[in-house]
């Protein structure tokens, strides 16, 4: 079956390095991998989309790899704030749900920013 | 605003009292589902629907039904609320075609079985 792993479950680290976490997922192929942000209490937000033929995307300060033959993704937070404090949620694309699929998300890693 | 919209957003209730949970979203998405989240487990997909009148199961429907009459509606409903439901829900939706596959949540429904 699908599996999706979020190999930390908690990350600390100093404001103004980068933050770098890892989705890895098992026994498929996803035709796309979503990252959302959530911050405790409240719903996911989205945050980014990576097809499976797009190495890697950027939007302001993060960063997405997608690398197929590792079945890994990165996020990374550039220059990380407090503010980025939260929650982050691997979703790669699963294989029900019409033409686009669902997702199947990750148990999400816990970053800390520290000032 | 775009807004996906949950009713109650804090429910306790007891073991076997049937339960609605409402949704709502203003953005003509054709594609909704529900979600439950618990520590360690992280989000599963309890049902959804590609559109109005279809519905199908997700990873986790048992002890859950749902109905989508209106495309802007999608109700999740517990018959019989036993403890293991406790639990933290969450509506979404989204575009069904087009390229845009992006998620949008509502912000939750704290569940409580005693």
């Known amino acids: 079956s699908q599996k999706i792993e979020q190999n930390s479950e908690a990350l600390n680290i100093q404001e103004g390095k980068t933050a770098t976490l890892t989705c890895n997922y098992t026994?498929?192929?996803?035709?796309?991998l979503q990252w959302y942000r959530q911050d405790p209490g409240r719903g996911p937000v989205f945050l980014l989309l990576?097809?499976?033929?797009?190495k890697e995307k950027r939007k302001e300060r993060l960063k997405v790899t997608f690398d197929t033959t590792l079945k890994q993704s990165l996020f990374h937070i550039t220059a990380s704030q407090p503010a980025d404090s939260a929650t982050y949620l691997c979703?790669?694309?699963?294989?029900?749900?019409?033409?686009?699929?669902?997702?199947?998300f990750g148990k999400g890693t816990k970053l800390s920013v520290k000032p | 605003e775009a807004q996906v919209t949950q009713n109650p957003r804090y429910l306790i209730t007891v073991t076997g009292k049937k339960l609605t949970v409402t949704c709502s979203q203003n953005?003509?998405?054709?594609?909704m589902s529900w979600y439950r989240q618990d520590p360690g487990l992280g989000l599963r997909q309890i049902y959804y629907?590609?559109?109005?009148?279809?519905?199908d199961k997700g990873d986790v429907p048992e002890g859950y039904k749902v109905s989508r009459k209106e495309k802007r509606n999608f109700p999740l409903i517990l018959e019989s609320p036993s403890p293991n439901q406790t639990s933290l829900y969450f509506c979404?939706?989204?575009?069904?075609?087009?390229?845009?596959?992006?998620?949008?949540f509502g912000p939750g429904t704290r569940l409580t079985v005693t």
């Open positions: 979404a939706s989204r575009l069904y075609s087009g390229t845009s596959y992006e998620q949008y």
């Open positions: 026994n498929y192929s996803p035709a796309y």
């Open positions: 990576i097809r499976e033929n797009e």
């Open positions: 979703a790669p694309r699963g294989d029900y749900g019409g033409s686009q699929g669902n997702l199947i």
């Open positions: 953005m003509n998405h054709e594609y």
């Open positions: 629907s590609m559109n109005v009148e279809v519905t």
